[in-house]
């Protein structure tokens, strides 16, 4: 059998193509050791890669079972990179903490607010600490502040990493005009600044995803993720690297 040069040249630029442009391999993909713990949880999501251009991906944590979440979408690839796009909901409650600052002032001040930054007045807080019994409650005054009074208070030691044992539990309560709309959030420090913003125009919203993977052989690392619109709370899934398991 003759090999022409047209052969040649052709199996040369299989081989040119194959390096620039790489093969995600199908199968179960599971995520891998360095990038699996999150807030004191493991993580042991999984992706699986499916020949017909989609894919599911399971978002399982130690830290609890109804944190679980799951995915089927589609999914391409673009040139040594994996692409996947599927559609999440960005989560906009009415009543909401978007801050904690930790300080050294044996207090813990909260601050309820507008999206506009207006101070609200009366608002009730309601807060317990570790190890009692008794749920004791506030209001916000005229700044939008309440503070309560940490300095008689011994915090949990850090270990480790994270601290394993929440000091506190704080719940902020609003009665807008069409129900109770309430938040409630676990701190671990006694000392802190806590904002917290109520809009009663907030509702959820779908909003397209993508996240993007290096292929490496067997792995695929994480690059980047983008939405299509701005201001999304759709959690930390879909993070982290992931090394082929089972083809």
Not at 30 to 42: N, P
Request: charged share 25%; glycine share 4%; hydrophobic share 35%.
């Amino acid at each position: 059998m003759t090999i022409t040069l047209r052969t040649i040249l052709t199996i040369i630029a299989v081989f040119i193509l194959q390096a620039t442009f790489a093969q995600v391999k199908y199968g179960k993909y599971k995520i891998t050791s360095d990038t699996r713990d999150f807030g004191g949880g493991t993580l042991f999501s999984e992706l699986i890669i499916k020949n017909d251009k989609t894919f599911t991906y399971k978002y399982l944590t130690s830290l609890s079972c109804f944190l679980w979440y799951s995915s089927d979408s589609t999914w391409a690839t673009n040139k040594d990179t994996l692409v996947l796009t599927d559609i999440v909901i960005s989560q906009h409650p009415v009543v909401n903490f978007t801050k904690n600052k930790e300080t050294n002032d044996n207090k813990i001040s909260i601050l309820v607010k507008t999206k506009q930054n207006k101070p609200i007045q009366d608002i009730k807080i309601l807060y317990i600490f570790k190890n009692s019994n008794d749920t004791l409650s506030g209001f916000t005054n005229s700044e939008g502040k309440f503070i309560i009074d940490t300095k008689t208070r011994a915090a949990t030691k850090k270990e480790g990493k994270y601290r394993s044992v929440d000091d506190i539990e704080i719940w902020v309560v609003y009665f807008s005009k069409k129900r109770q709309d309430q938040t409630t959030n676990n701190f671990s420090d006694l000392s802190a600044d806590i904002e917290c913003v109520i809009d009663d125009d907030a509702k959820n919203e779908t909003v397209l995803r993508t996240t993007t993977y290096k292929i490496d052989n067997a792995n695929l690392v994480y690059l980047s993720q983008r939405y299509n619109k701005e201001d999304i709370r759709s959690g930390r899934y879909l993070y982290g690297n992931f090394k082929l398991e089972k083809e």
